[in-house]
């Protein structure tokens, strides 16, 4: 009689198969009917590709916190996430306004996240650490932002942005000129990322740009302390510590 294989059988019979024309008798194995599947590699979920595509829009990437001068308290990365999870309408206000400012080019000036920073003086003044523009206010910051793009940023390097707009409340607060250009959002303090560029060196090359391109961006330039200087599109100017345009380092020589 005939003897029946098992299943098991025949699958370890088919193992091994009689070695091909070489006429060397090797056994060579065949893919086994019990061989196990491929390990897969997990994929990111829809709603991950998602988020970390809007933090990209954001600019919250892996140098996130390398590119802050830490000027800002209460006002890092961190705090901006933290934040904007406390608000679904800022998240839907500021996907628009990302929209808004790549259309005209202008949306990796500097990390979009740093353009809803408020005031350093938020704190004090009981106010919020960020907030976003009203958008009837989106296209004030587009011309300050090509002034940056072209003249600032070659001339210092990438820069952070410190404040960009303020509320009537919290500017007065924060004892801003009247009529300061931040209200409108014209206006940005900015400070070099690169550690290593001096304030001699910062106002020398950016009081150059200033002078060579500001008159075409309508761009206004003032100093504080330190490293922080501020430039808007709201008018072509320059001033010092008493508000003048006499005492404007670009004039004076003085750092």
Not at 3 to 15: G, I, Y
Not at 38 to 53: E, I, K, M, S, Y
Not at 166 to 179: F, I, K, T, V, Y
Not at 190 to 212: D, F, G, Q
Request: glycine content about 8%; hydrophobic content about 40%; aromatic content about 8%.
């Amino acid at each position: 009689m005939l003897r029946l294989f098992s299943a098991a059988a025949l699958a370890a019979s088919l193992a091994f198969a009689p070695a091909t024309s070489s006429g060397l008798g090797v056994r060579t194995p065949l893919a086994s009917a019990a061989a196990q599947p491929l390990a897969t590699v997990a994929q990111p979920t829809r709603p991950a590709l998602q988020a970390a595509a809007f933090d990209a829009q954001l600019g919250l990437d892996a140098r996130a916190d390398a590119r802050i001068s830490g000027l800002a308290e209460g006002q890092s990365p961190a705090d901006f996430r933290q934040w904007l999870r406390g608000s679904a309408e800022a998240r839907t206000e500021l996907g628009r306004f990302h929209d808004y400012l790549a259309a005209r080019n202008v949306n990796s000036v500097v990390p979009l996240w740093q353009l809803v920073r408020t005031s350093s003086s938020w704190r004090e003044c009981g106010a919020q650490p960020f907030e976003a523009p009203p958008e009837d206010k989106w296209d004030h910051i587009v011309r300050t932002l090509e002034f940056v793009r072209d003249d600032i940023v070659p001339a210092v390097g990438e820069v952070e942005a410190l404040s960009a707009y303020r509320n009537e409340a919290l500017n007065r607060c924060s004892d801003g000129a009247p009529a300061s250009a931040h209200r409108h959002f014209f206006a940005l303090d900015l400070t070099p990322v690169n550690k290593a560029v001096e304030r001699t060196a910062m106002i020398r090359s950016v009081c150059a740009a200033h002078a060579r391109d500001g008159a075409r961006y309508e761009a206004g330039l003032g100093f504080y302390t330190g490293r922080r200087f501020h430039v808007d599109s709201s008018g072509y100017r320059k001033w010092g510590p008493n508000g003048k345009g006499a005492t404007s380092p670009c004039v004076s020589g003085q750092a």
